[in-house]
């Protein structure tokens, strides 16, 4: 038996989301979204940007669903979330006004979506809604 020992560095947040995509690559596709993530003080709120694989399957099917309302820059995504692995990457500008200029992004790999906002209204969750559906469901007695 192989008795492999890994180390987790699992973030939690909240943060809104933006660039809901499928990206496409040599061994197949996954889907990826942006996290402007909000730290500090409610009256001066900081934001970290990071770049996100989401590899949750829960959180996969949610941002799946809700790609049109993320990617509308009217709508406002709000997420409580948990990432792991943030890396740091850096990279070029390569248009705009920091064009070749040198940025750095942090990279993660979405795992859980623990709540959702969209607009100031809660949106369920998959938990939530799977809770809501077993609560609807008729109980039958047994004879």
């Known amino acids: 038996m192989n ?4 180390f987790d560095l699992h973030t939690t947040g909240i943060g809104y989301l933006h660039r809901a995509r499928c990206v496409t690559v040599r061994k197949g596709n ?3 979204v942006d996290i402007s993530a909000l730290s500090g003080s409610a009256e001066d ?3 970290t940007r990071l770049d ?4 949750g399957q829960e959180a996969r099917m949610l941002i799946e669903r809700l790609e049109s309302v993320i990617n ?19 990279f070029r500008y ?4 920091r064009a070749g200029e040198y940025g750095v992004s ?3 790999r979405l795992l859980k979506i623990l709540s959702v906002k969209i607009d100031g209204q809660t949106y369920p969750s998959p938990q939530q809604r799977q809770q809501q559906q077993s609560s609807q469901q008729p109980v039958r007695a047994s004879a």
């Open 45 to 47: 709120v900081q934001y």
């Open 106 to 108: 942090l990279k993660c």
């Open 52 to 55: 996100a694989k989401v590899v």
């Open 30 to 32: 996954f889907w990826a």
């Open 94 to 97: 390569k248009k705009g006004e």
């Open 3 to 6: 008795d492999e020992k890994f």
């Open 72 to 90: 509308d820059r009217d709508r406002k995504v709000l997420v409580s979330f948990r990432v792991g692995d943030l890396v740091p990457e850096v």
